[in-house]
């Protein structure tokens, strides 16, 4: 049973900061006050004071190592990190016509927000063990990086973190004294994670389990990848890419039955050596860059499913690495029902209980059904569902 928490964290992850405007959206004459970018830096320091608060007797922060240059390119081009160093050294700005965009600090802030995450999955393999780890790992990274591509930056991410966590599992020189055969990484950031998609889209090492928004590409340069059930890998890795879209407003019974029909049969089926979590709760109902409706009860289920999964199939082997959560104060109630639900132990809030006070609409649970359904008909092709 896992019963501590590893936060890896270091305060250099504040220094990158994107560019005002109208929302994550360039200046506009017609807004008469640039809005801070929405990858504010609140969101991590609100997480910070969650788990000062709920788990203060039970949680360590260790400060990780830079990512180093020969970790980045197991993921990243050369000519793609170089463009990146020399971008930030001119003072940053914002990427073309995009919504991403980069300050003097960012790429030092992004080596050590990949360094977190490489650190937690080392963690999360030598910890594992027939009755589960003692400690879960967790990278409160910032900036975040399941866009992140190969050969370039995408929505709000620089470096891809949970990929370069995934290929350190794999890698006979990686982090850890075990070096996994197999990873399974779970994204449940209401956005596709499209750079994580597209770096193991030919693999069948590394399953990629992925629940978001049906928004499609935003960008055809910087984001052609539309995270359909289609796109289902290739080569060697078809069938280990599994897209499963959700319709707008699906709240903590969708995601439940994700996990009951998806994600759990997948898992199982690939025997994973790790589960890394792609944590973006950014699903919640208030969430400005999404249109969902999760719940800290919802996310405290999908907590609970996660460490589940990973003491059936993985000798507890867990690591969270934090994505995206752009509503600063509902991001700490839904990363608190994380928390509770994978160290099952529920946190009583003064004045607030167990709930969340952000929970407001009904879920459209018969368009759910649907959507689940075609992803679940789609899906039963892969090898891992045999």
Request: proline share 6%; hydrophobic share 35%.
């Amino acid at each position: 049973m896992t019963t501590d928490i590893t936060v890896y964290w270091d305060d250099q992850m504040l220094d990158h900061e994107p560019p005002k405007g109208a929302f994550k959206f360039p200046f506009t004459p017609i807004v008469a006050v640039p809005e801070v970018h929405p990858d504010r830096r609140e969101r991590v320091q609100n997480i910070r004071a969650m788990l000062d608060h709920a788990f203060g007797d039970i949680f360590e922060t260790v400060s990780p190592d830079p990512a180093s240059r020969k970790a980045i390119e197991r993921v990243h081009d050369p000519d793609y990190l170089d463009w990146l160093v020399e971008f930030c050294a001119d003072g940053g700005g914002r990427i073309e016509d995009t919504t991403t965009g980069l300050n003097e600090h960012t790429y030092d802030a992004a080596r050590v927000s990949a360094g977190a995450a490489i650190a937690a999955a080392g963690q999360a393999l030598d910890g594992s063990k027939d009755d589960g780890q003692e400690a879960l790992p967790y990278a409160l990274c910032r900036p975040s990086g399941h866009h992140a591509q190969p050969d370039c930056a995408d929505g709000f991410c620089y470096l891809n973190n949970v990929a370069l966590a995934a290929e350190a599992a794999l890698a006979t020189d990686g982090p850890a004294d075990i070096t996994a055969d197999r990873v399974a990484i779970i994204d449940w950031d209401v956005h596709h994670g499209n750079g994580t998609q597209e770096t193991f889209y030919d693999r069948d090492d590394v399953l990629f389990v992925s629940a978001h928004n049906d928004h499609g590409s935003w960008h055809p340069e910087y984001h052609p990848q539309e995270g359909s059930i289609e796109e289902f890998g290739e080569g060697d890795g078809e069938g280990y890419t599994l897209n499963v879209p959700l319709p707008p407003g699906t709240g903590n019974r969708g995601y439940e039955a994700f996990f009951e029909r998806i994600v759990n049969p997948a898992i199982t089926g690939f025997d994973p050596d790790l589960i890394l979590v792609s944590a973006g709760q950014d699903a919640g109902p208030s969430d400005m860059n999404g249109r969902n409706i999760v719940t800290r009860e919802g996310f405290r289920k999908m907590g609970d499913r996660v460490q589940q999964l990973a003491d059936e199939t993985a000798d507890g082997a867990l690591a969270l690495i934090q994505e995206g959560g752009y509503q600063p104060s509902h991001l700490s109630f839904a990363t608190l029902g994380v928390f509770e639900g994978v160290l099952g132990r529920t946190v009583d809030l003064d004045g607030y209980g167990t709930g969340d006070p952000f929970e407001f609409l009904d879920e459209p649970t018969e368009l759910v059904d649907e959507w689940l359904d075609q992803a679940v008909d789609h899906h039963g092709k892969s090898p891992v569902f045999a």
